[in-house]
Nanobody, 123 residues
Framework: QLDFVESGGGLVQPGGSLRLSCVAS????????LAWFRQAPGKDREGVAC????????NYVRSGMGRFTVSRDDAKNTMYLQMNNLEPDDTAVYYC????????????????WGQGTQVTVSS
């Protein structure tokens, strides 16, 4: 059973925006720090953004600072990633994860991963 269902990906031109959503299943999302990861073909999974319990803090991959915003709505058991000014290097499958701590390192993920949502940035 997957812990999350991700959605909101698609094909967008450089400079465009997307909002990804991640709905938790089978557990209360509010009990955990959360994170978004991405994996491009032939590359390792990379942490993109994390958010603490209660939204008291966030952290972003350097390339996403100023362009990405992570948020959560615990009442809806959902996490979001707003991505603006997208670049071709943002092309990847995006995954969400519940974490042991707010970290961009995948080894701190707990539970199972979702199926991901494909983001393609191309003209």
């Amino acid at each position: 059973q997957l812990d999350f269902v991700e959605s909101g990906g698609g094909l967008v031109q450089p400079g465009g925006s997307l909002r990804l959503s991640c709905v938790a299943s089978g557990f209360s999302l509010g009990n955990y720090p959360l994170a978004w990861f991405r994996q491009a073909p032939g590359k390792d999974r990379e942490g993109v953004a994390c958010i603490t319990r209660g939204s008291t803090g966030t952290n972003y991959v350097r390339s996403g600072m100023g362009r990405f915003t992570v948020s959560r709505d615990d009442a809806k058991n959902t996490m979001y990633l707003q991505m603006n000014n997208l670049e071709p290097d943002d092309t990847a499958v995006y995954y969400c994860a519940r974490m042991d701590r707010c970290s961009l390192l995948p080894q701190w993920a707990v539970g199972s991963w979702g199926q991901g949502t494909q983001v393609t940035v191309s003209s």
